[in-house]
């Protein structure tokens, strides 16, 4: 059976820290030659800075190939939806893609936001699941409606400023930005935070800004196997008391999915969830993250984005060592094992 990595709801803690592990490794040790002769396919549907150059330049430190196609720009555009007619921009099917990047390429990548048109529609997370069902080599999440890819290099983050990171308190706040954006980092931090036993406090302006059912719920049940807590507030100065490690993200009410006037009416009067220094300074002396892009001063401050406790770009950083890894499991090789045994 192929292992995907489409969402780290498939992979146990253990396997998620062998990773974390592996990736460490390859942050003191980038250049590598196991994966001489293998390749991944790249498929952008959207734009991407970090998630492009990490991957592309992981696969070189690895001794392997990448190529980035862009659906609709400088490949055909692609179609996802079983059974159609295909009278519409789309040239192709996922069916016909997957089995000729199959046939090419050893593993393959899709970044593929939402629609932002029905949830009920775009949580069923069609098109990477499209791709896995019809591909023959390993499918890699490079953010659809969860970003699994992020979640890693944000609990390697965590790691190596908490050490331990069970029962600290990790803060998940929404913030303010001008336009709604996508959940998918918010419910991958609360997978990662939560499968690690932490402590996670979801803060949000009011019950329009919770996540998804499935992912609160996760979140929950994870907590609860560890003995951690899971609380939702909506009271910053309670949110921000003691937290060990603070997390900001940007995301739509849910209810007012594809109607994005009437969801900018409903986030207008909550600027205040921007993180400045003086909701920092109620907390453990945590450290404060971001998956990136980030607009200073109105998701954060230029005083936190500039302070010693920020460690966005260490994060961003991790993306490269932790993808690496996971391409490396993917392809068979565990590092881990292998540095053991030295």
């Not at 659809?144 to 992020?150: D, E, R």
């Not at 983050?157 to 998918?184: C, S, Y």
Request: contains cysteine; hydrophobic residues 40%.
């Amino acid at each position: 059976m192929i292992k995907h990595f489409l969402t780290t709801e498939d992979w146990s803690q253990q396997e998620l820290s062998q990773l974390l592990a592996d990736a460490g490794y390859l942050k003191d040790n980038p250049i590598q030659n196991h994966l001489t002769g293998k390749s991944i396919a790249l498929l952008f549907l959207n734009p991407s800075m970090r998630t492009r150059t990490s991957f592309e330049l992981g696969m070189q430190q690895l001794g392997g190939t990448a190529i980035v196609l862009q659906p609709g720009e400088d490949a055909w555009g692609i179609e996802f939806e079983p059974d159609t007619i295909m009278n519409g921009d789309a040239e192709e099917h996922i069916i016909e893609v997957a089995g000729v990047l199959s046939s090419y390429v050893d593993m393959i990548a899709i970044r593929a936001f939402p629609a932002f048109k029905d949830w009920q529609v775009d949580r069923l997370d069609h098109k990477i699941k499209g791709l896995a069902a019809h591909a023959s080599v390993p499918v890699i999440n490079m953010e659809t409606i969860v970003h699994p890819c992020q979640e890693l290099a944000l609990m390697m983050t965590v790691q190596n400023h908490l050490k331990t990171v069970e029962k600290k308190k990790f803060l998940l706040t929404w913030t303010h930005h001008p336009k709604p954006l996508n959940t998918a980092v918010a419910n991958s931090a609360l997978l990662v935070s939560s499968k690690f036993g932490m402590d996670v406090t979801l803060l949000c302006p009011n019950k329009h800004y919770l996540l998804d059912d499935k992912y609160m719920a996760a979140a929950k049940t994870q907590c609860e196997e560890h003995g951690a807590t899971f609380t939702v507030t909506h009271d910053i100065e309670a949110a921000y008391q003691d937290a060990d490690f603070v997390y900001a993200k940007s995301w739509g009410a849910l209810p007012f999915y594809g109607d994005a006037k009437a969801e900018f009416e409903q986030r207008k009067p909550y600027k205040n969830f921007i993180v400045d220094g003086q909701k920092m300074a109620l907390t453990n002396q945590a450290k404060f993250s971001h998956c990136l892009p980030l607009r200073r001063n109105i998701k954060a401050t230029d005083e936190v984005m500039d302070a010693d406790y920020c460690v966005a770009l260490e994060e961003a950083e991790n993306r490269l060592h932790v993808q690496k890894a996971m391409m490396l499991k993917l392809m068979g090789k565990d590092l881990t094992t292998q540095n053991q045994n030295k």
